[in-house]
């Protein structure tokens, strides 16, 4: 069964630290790993990587895929309080057809104090 | 930008009766959306992929007869939650993908839906 695993479920840290939140998968036929960052509504896309070890970088947002590991990390530096919210990881499968499901992970939840 | 508008943003109805949710790209063409629904503290679950022009195609144990889907053009696909019931109070959420180079592609979300069924 195809399942995409995120770590830890939440964390709550102080602004200005620094966090890693990680996703692990085991999807066939992988195709993509995404990364949203969902506040009150919808979610809004941060990331997406194909290709392994090419970090991508936005802002104090970073992301590395690791195919070989089957997992990915997202790092936020010096965060803010508008960085709380529920980030989820997704992995974009190719079914064979026009289109390309995501399977989500179950986010982690990240709290950060003033 | 990849704009994705829903509407409505918050609905409540009564039991039995029948809900109809739009779901639209603003400023692309959609050839594919996706239907999700998220329950309070969980992640976001597939529903079904709606591809213009044909019959969506549904996850395992979602009723299609309970949740029709039509998705006449490139930029709007409608859920139609028919017979609603409580259990069916939700949040659904529609992303459309917009296709970025050969190989890859990105789901833009809506702002999703409340659904409440007294």
């Known amino acids: 069964e195809d399942k995409v695993v995120q770590s830890p479920l939440s964390l709550v840290v102080h602004e200005g630290d620094t966090v890693t939140l990680n996703c692990s998968y085991e999807?066939?036929?992988?195709?993509?790993l995404l990364w949203y960052k969902q506040e009150k509504k919808a979610p809004t896309f941060l990331f997406m990587l194909?290709?392994?070890?090419i970090e991508k970088k936005s802002g104090r947002l970073s992301s590395i895929l690791d195919k070989k590991e089957l997992s990915s990390i997202l790092n936020i530096t010096a965060t803010q309080t508008g960085d709380s919210a529920i980030y989820l990881c997704?992995?974009?499968?190719?079914?064979?057809?026009?289109?390309?499901?995501?399977?989500f992970g179950t986010g982690t939840l990240l709290a950060v104090q003033p | 930008g990849a704009v994705v508008s829903q509407h409505p943003s918050r609905v409540i109805c009564k039991s039995g009766t029948s809900v109809k949710i739009e779901c639209r790209s603003l400023?692309?063409?959609?050839?594919?959306m996706f239907w999700y629904r998220q329950f309070p503290k969980q992640s976001l679950m597939l529903m079904a992929t709606?591809?213009?022009?044909?019959?969506?195609?549904?996850e395992q144990g979602v009723e299609k007869d309970k949740f029709l889907i039509n998705h006449a053009s490139l930029t709007l696909s409608t859920l139609t939650v028919t017979s609603a019931h409580p259990e069916d109070s939700s949040f659904y959420i529609c992303?459309?993908?917009?296709?970025?180079?050969?190989?890859?592609?990105?789901?833009?979300f809506g702002p999703g839906t409340r659904l409440t069924v007294l």
């Open positions: 992303s459309a993908r917009r296709p970025q180079g050969a190989g890859t592609d990105t789901q833009y």
């Open positions: 997704a992995v974009g499968q190719y079914d064979g057809g026009a289109t390309n499901k995501l399977i």
């Open positions: 400023d692309f063409q959609a050839t594919t």
């Open positions: 194909t290709s392994s070890g």
């Open positions: 709606s591809n213009e022009g044909s019959k969506a195609t549904y």
């Open positions: 999807v066939t036929n992988f195709r993509s």
